[in-house]
């Protein structure tokens, strides 16, 4: 099941456009928006992940270790970038240089105060307060951002963001 943060943001992604989920896991994201009609790539570490994306419609996968390897992307450009559950802080700038100048970050994962509830629990995996904001100031508009607790699917303590680049028509507002 998709995440209602990535449910209630989707709508903002332009119409037929290409979303790289990145760090997909098995690919709930990659599913739901290829659904809607976009044009998914996703990646992930796993192969036996990427393995179940093949043949769902609209998805194409590609096993790469974005953390030890070089970016899979290089010079690619995409309508909407989904990450979420997943954390690697060097990845902040190819992030958002992927994106179109209409483009669209739904980013969400775990922040500092998770490790009461469990896994992740390690500072290097949980985002400190307000680092999202951090992240896209002075490239994209915020639209939605939070960093609260959240009792569904499990309790935690997660931090959200919503943005758009420059000439999205949300950009505007």
Not at 109 to 116: H, I, L, R, S, Y
Request: net charge neutral.
């Amino acid at each position: 099941m998709p995440s209602d943060w990535v449910t209630r943001f989707a709508p903002l992604i332009p119409d037929s456009g290409t979303v790289l989920d990145l760090a997909c896991g098995f690919g709930r994201h990659s599913r739901y928006l290829a659904r809607l009609g976009f044009r998914v790539e996703a990646v992930d570490r796993s192969a036996e992940a990427i393995a179940g994306l093949t043949g769902v419609p609209g998805v194409t996968g590609e096993v790469a270790d974005i953390e030890r390897g070089s970016w899979p992307f290089p010079g690619r450009r995409f309508d909407a970038v989904v990450v979420t559950n997943y954390l690697w802080r060097p990845l902040f700038p190819l992030i958002l240089d992927a994106l179109v100048p209409a483009g669209v970050l739904l980013y969400e994962t775990f922040a500092v105060g998770n490790e009461k509830y469990g896994k992740p629990s390690n500072p290097d995996f949980l985002l400190r307060p307000g680092e999202l904001l951090d992240v896209v100031r002075g490239r994209l508009k915020v639209i939605a951002f939070e960093d609260l607790y959240i009792e569904q699917p499990k309790p935690a303590m997660v931090q959200r963001i919503c943005a758009v680049g420059p000439i999205h028509p949300f950009a505007a507002l």
